[in-house]
């Protein structure tokens, strides 16, 4: 049960584009389409941003998009503002549990 | 409204056991499969335990596989993970959360019940 890979971390300026991915392999990213996304920011509960690889929950703002290649998925976050500041971590279903595995986390900073 | 409200958090020293709760309100509870996940201080997230809505199918992460057990009663919409053999990597904020359906995701979260384990 390997953790997901992402970078440790990623930055932008406000107003511009970032993405940020994550690498599974087949038994998990890329094998099914069950990609989801949480926002945290410090001291507070994930929130989740992004579900089923593109699907946003309401609520969420359109700035926040989600796409899958293979056994990478990405969340891309554009139009930056100083409060997308904050960790993001990727989860995918696996077929090694039944269940779900968490990505590595990215903190993702507003320059 | 979802509500997740986690107990039974506390220090508690190496070897022994916890049992953590989750009472669950603002939704059907028992539609619905429930997890608990984890994150060290200052460290990332990791899955812990999931069970379905009729206890049918239960999972673990290897590093507890053996010594933690999840359960629930859906009479009293609450959630319950048995905590044995507990070790000092074990100590960590545990979240209760719950999936959606069909989506496959955990759209609500209680905000943490911490666990210390030390001597």
Redo the contacts between chains.
């Keep these: ?1 390997s ?1 997901l890979t992402q970078p440790a971390s990623v930055s932008g300026s406000p107003g511009q584009s970032i993405t940020i991915s994550c690498t599974g392999s087949s038994s998990d990213v890329g094998g ?1 389409n ?1 990609v ?1 996304w ?1 926002q ?1 920011h410090p001291g507070k ?4 941003v992004i ?2 690889v593109t ?1 946003r ?1 309401s609520g969420v703002s359109t700035r926040f998009s989600g796409s899958k290649s293979g056994n990478t998925a990405s969340l891309t976050i554009s139009g930056l503002q100083a409060d997308d500041e904050a ?1 993001y ?1 990727c ?1 995918s ?1 696996t077929s090694s ?9 990215t903190k993702v900073t507003v320059l | 409204e979802v509500q997740l409200v986690e107990s039974g958090g506390g220090l508690v020293q190496p070897g022994r056991s916890l049992r953590l709760s989750c009472a669950a309100s603002g939704f059907i509870f028992d539609d619905y499969a429930m997890h608990w996940v984890r994150q060290t201080p200052g460290k990332g997230l990791e899955w812990v335990s999931g069970i379905t809505w009729n206890s049918g199918s239960r999972g673990y992460a290897d590093s507890v596989k053996g010594r933690f057990t999840i359960s629930r009663d859906n009479a009293k919409n609450s959630l319950y993970l048995q905590m044995n053999s507990l070790r000092p990597e074990d100590t960590a904020l545990y979240y209760c959360v719950k999936e959606g359906w069909p989506a496959h995701c955990f759209d609500s979260w209680g905000q943490g019940a911490l666990v210390t384990v030390s001597s």
């Design positions: 049960q953790a099914y069950f989801s949480y945290q509960a994930p929130k989740l579900y089923d699907n929950p960790d971590y989860n279903y549990t039944a269940f779900y595995v968490f990505g590595t986390g």
